[in-house]
């Protein structure tokens, strides 16, 4: 396999990590472009001993300029309380953020992609989503912020392809958990398996019936990978996420089992706009990538409860 340079936006959070390491280990040259703004040094630090990796401080809001024959956006924070902690900056970062990587797609005729989201579908009538499904989202909500932004981005992607033939790709993740999440990261799967470690109560939010589709890290990070080998014709978006669906209480009644805590539940009020029901549509993915998700929750769960117990 020829070697490629992959510039690689977010590099240092979560994904990005995941994504950063798969990339180096097909014998690429990779660019970790981040601000630290949710993304860390320790989910990076192993990488930087190869003299492939290199880092890169900078806000996507801001242009900037490398060679690169692929591009992954994946700058923005993700979690509810970190995108709302500067709502504003999360819109730029979407959008701004969009923009910088495609101009700087045509500027090499590199191919370009986006990490989108399930939040484009909000809080979704239509279940489960398929990627024809035009969504249900408040567009003045506190969410918005995030959910605004990455419709927008994707309305972007879209029209760069139109428009100057940019070679795009767009998938719309949905809820991904594994190794590499922050303890401090405030979404479910994390808050969960930290409260249950520590012995603290599990905060369940609203009555704890709303669902979520949980994928595994690396399932997700081979179907980026796939994605991004089509052909040009291949634009999507194409959803991603494991199809596997749980109320938030079974989720915490698997936490509590794998962990052997004695945690207790309690129940918190529920966040405006949060949806009550979401499952990935991936016949999409399957069909065009022979993407499907490999690893169930209860395993994708122990291997993170085993980061997680050297984390904290
Ligand atoms: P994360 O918060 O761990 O990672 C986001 C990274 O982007 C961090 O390293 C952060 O510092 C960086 N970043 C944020 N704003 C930036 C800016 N203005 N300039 C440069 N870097 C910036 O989140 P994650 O879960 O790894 O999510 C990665 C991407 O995938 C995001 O675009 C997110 O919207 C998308 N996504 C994730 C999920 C999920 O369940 N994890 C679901 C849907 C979409
Ligand atoms: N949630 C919860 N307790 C927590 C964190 C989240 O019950 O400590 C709920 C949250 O209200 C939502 C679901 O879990 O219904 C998933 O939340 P998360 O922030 O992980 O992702 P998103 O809402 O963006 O899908």
Known sequence: MSEKTVLITGGAGFIGSHLCRRMLNEGNRVICLDNFFTGRESNISELRKNPKFSVINHDVELPYSFYADEIFNLACPASPPHYQRNPVSTYKTSIFGAIHALDLANKWNAKVFQASTSEVYGDPL????????????????????????????????????????????????????????????????????????????????????????????????????????????????????NPGEFTMLELAEKVLRLTGS????????????????????????????????RIPLEEGLKHTIEYFKKEI
């Open 126 to 241: 239509v279940h489960p989503q398929p990627e024809t499904y035009w969504g249900h989202v408040n567009t003045i909500g506190i969410r918005s912020c995030y959910d605004e932004g990455k419709r927008g981005a994707e309305t972007l992607f879209m029209d760069y392809h139109r428009q100057f033939n940019t070679r795009i790709k767009i998938v719309r993740i949905f809820n991904t958990y594994g190794p590499m999440m922050n303890k401090n990261d405030g979404r479910v799967v994390s808050n969960f398996i930290v409260q249950a470690l520590r012995g603290e109560d599990i905060t369940i939010y609203g009555n704890g019936q709303q669902t979520r589709s949980f994928c595994y890290v690396d399932d997700l990070v081979e179907g980026f990978c796939r994605l991004m080998n089509t052909g040009d014709d291949i634009t999507g978006p194409v959803n991603l996420g």
């Open 262 to 293: 004695k945690s207790k539940l309690v129940f918190k009020d529920l966040p405006q706009d949060d949806p009550k029901q979401r499952k990935p549509d991936i016949t999409k993915a399957g069909e065009v990538l022979g993407w499907q998700p």
